[in-house]
């Protein structure tokens, strides 16, 4: 369970400074030498969730995957750039993708390319606890080595995405709502996330910490200073320093609750830190929505008005403000479970910002899945998780 984790400042996206970190976090984790070979093609998978523009920390931001593939290319090894976002895995759509979070841009300023290989293919997965078989992107098989580069952020269905939870860009968006229908309990869910994790193995990884966002992650939350880098040659053991400096006890999220119980975590005292101190990166108030449900309800045996009660006021739910929706559809082509209809409003209904007649998203509560993927995807921020008075009252 031992790992080596590195935590240095960074308070900006200057390139130079960037780099100078990154730098820095690399030669505290020994340098490249014992994880990759020069000649060797590596992945770097950032967190490219959606058509996001770098300043709304919704993303791995451009400055750092660009610094870190600078330090790859002088060391000798070859760099892709690629990730599965939520939606079809299609050149339309990752190519709109690297163009709005500045990969493109990337790819343009040095010797590095954007994965176009928009195959997948299925892998067996013996290490996988409920997951012995994977579909996965076909990028994997062009590279030799896989980097995880994530964005330090809160999230609505899992408390907290980080280095573990951005390997999930390894499936093929379509595949990932099916992941997300057939295992909505969370803790199953986190268990799914770690065998995706531990199948695409990757060999470091880096947690852009300079500005996180809190709140309603993981899109629609508010950018926060965190002014952290954060390096690791486990994945998990980063998870843990992460959330330990936002706040967060092991208990608290599910895919650290799930690596502890599996043995694949310890106390946070095992962790061989470098760098700078934990503690002298805390946010206590660091804002959390946590989306999770106090109780789960689905499939149980309690009775039919027991799950009425606690459906209406125990589960948080995603919640729709009308006023910012502009009736894109978006959260409905999301929506793995497909409880949410269009509703055609006239103007005198609802006056549509673009001054044209338009379309209302409505969720069926009583079917949904509470999976959050329409406030994750939703590029208007139109969709925030409601947490019921009750649940406030409990402290649940």
Same mark, same amino acid.
């Given at each position: 369970?031992?790992?080596?984790?590195?935590?240095?400042?960074?308070?900006?996206?200057?390139?130079?400074?960037?780099?100078?970190?990154?730098?820095?976090?690399?030669?505290?984790?020994?340098?490249?030498?014992?994880?990759?070979?020069?000649?060797?093609?590596?992945?770097?998978?950032?967190?490219?969730?959606?058509?996001?523009?770098?300043?709304?920390?919704?993303?791995?931001?451009?400055?750092?995957?660009?610094?870190?593939?600078?330090?790859?290319?002088?060391?000798?090894?070859?760099?892709?750039?690629?990730?599965?976002?939520?939606?079809?895995?299609?050149?339309?759509?990752?190519?709109?993708?690297?163009?709005?979070?500045?990969?493109?841009?990337?790819?343009?300023?040095?010797?590095?390319?954007?994965?176009?290989?928009?195959?997948?293919?299925?892998?067996?997965?013996?290490?996988?606890?409920?997951?012995?078989?994977?579909?996965?992107?076909?990028?994997?098989?062009?590279?030799?080595?896989?980097?995880?580069?994530?964005?330090?952020?809160?999230?609505?269905?899992?408390?907290?995405?980080?280095?573990?939870?951005?390997?999930?860009?390894?499936?093929?968006?379509?595949?990932?709502?099916?992941?997300?229908?057939?295992?909505? @309990?969370?803790?199953? $869910?986190?268990?799914?996330?770690?065998?995706?994790?531990?199948? !695409?193995? =990757? *060999?470091?990884?880096?947690? +852009?910490?300079?500005?996180?966002?809190?709140?309603?992650?993981?899109?629609?939350?508010?950018?926060?200073?965190?002014?952290?880098?954060?390096?690791?040659?486990?994945?998990?053991?980063?998870?843990?320093?992460?959330?330990?400096?936002?706040?967060?006890?092991?208990?608290?999220?599910?895919?650290?609750?799930?690596?502890?119980?599996?043995?694949?975590?310890?106390?946070?005292?095992?962790?061989?830190?470098?760098?700078?101190?934990?503690?002298?990166?805390?946010?206590?108030?660091?804002?959390?929505?946590?989306?999770?449900?106090?109780?789960?309800?689905?499939?149980? @045996?309690?009775?039919? $008005?027991?799950?009425?009660?606690?459906?209406?006021?125990?589960? !948080?739910? =995603? *919640?729709?403000?009308?006023? +910012?929706?502009?009736?894109?559809?978006?959260?409905?082509?999301?929506?793995?479970?497909?409880?949410?209809?269009?509703?055609?409003?006239t103007a005198e209904d609802l006056p549509p910002k673009a001054g044209e007649p338009r379309f209302r998203p409505e969720i069926d509560y009583d079917h949904c899945i509470r999976c959050y993927c329409c406030q994750e995807l939703c590029p208007y921020k139109a969709i925030k998780v409601y947490k019921p008075r009750m649940v406030k009252i409990l402290r649940l």
């Amino acid at each position: 369970m031992s790992a080596q984790c590195s935590l240095l400042p960074c308070d900006s996206y200057d390139y130079d400074k960037v780099y100078a970190a990154l730098s820095a976090s690399i030669q505290n984790l020994g340098g490249f030498g014992p994880y990759i070979s020069p000649g060797e093609r590596v992945l770097l998978k950032p967190n490219l969730l959606m058509k996001k523009r770098p300043e709304e920390a919704a993303t791995t931001h451009p400055v750092f995957v660009s610094a870190l593939a600078s330090l790859l290319l002088e060391y000798g090894a070859k760099v892709v750039i690629g990730d599965s976002p939520g939606g079809p895995f299609t050149p339309a759509l990752i190519n709109s993708v690297y163009k709005a979070t500045g990969m493109s841009d990337i790819a343009a300023a040095a010797e590095v390319t954007l994965n176009t290989n928009f195959n997948s293919f299925k892998k067996e997965n013996p290490r996988g606890l409920i997951m012995k078989r994977l579909t996965l992107t076909d990028m994997l098989n062009d590279v030799d080595k896989v980097i995880s580069v994530a964005k330090l952020k809160s999230h609505a269905m899992m408390t907290f995405t980080g280095a573990v939870k951005n390997m999930f860009g390894v499936v093929p968006g379509i595949v990932k709502a099916e992941y997300h229908l057939n295992i909505p @309990n969370y803790e199953q $869910f986190a268990d799914m996330l770690i065998d995706v994790c531990l199948c !695409s193995a =990757p *060999v470091l990884s880096f947690m +852009d910490g300079i500005i996180g966002m809190e709140g309603h992650g993981p899109a629609s939350g508010t950018p926060v200073d965190t002014h952290v880098i954060l390096a690791s040659d486990s994945p998990y053991h980063l998870d843990q320093a992460a959330c330990h400096i936002i706040g967060l006890s092991v208990k608290e999220v599910p895919i650290l609750k799930r690596l502890q119980e599996r043995e694949m975590i310890g106390r946070l005292t095992d962790i061989n830190f470098v760098g700078d101190a934990p503690d002298s990166f805390m946010m206590p108030s660091f804002h959390i929505v946590r989306g999770k449900s106090p109780l789960t309800i689905k499939d149980s @045996n309690l009775p039919g $008005f027991v799950k009425a009660f606690v459906g209406r006021h125990m589960q !948080s739910r =995603p *919640v729709i403000n009308i006023t +910012d929706c502009i009736g894109c559809g978006i959260c409905k082509e999301a929506c793995p479970a497909k409880v949410i209809d269009m509703f055609a409003v006239t103007a005198e209904d609802l006056p549509p910002k673009a001054g044209e007649p338009r379309f209302r998203p409505e969720i069926d509560y009583d079917h949904c899945i509470r999976c959050y993927c329409c406030q994750e995807l939703c590029p208007y921020k139109a969709i925030k998780v409601y947490k019921p008075r009750m649940v406030k009252i409990l402290r649940l």
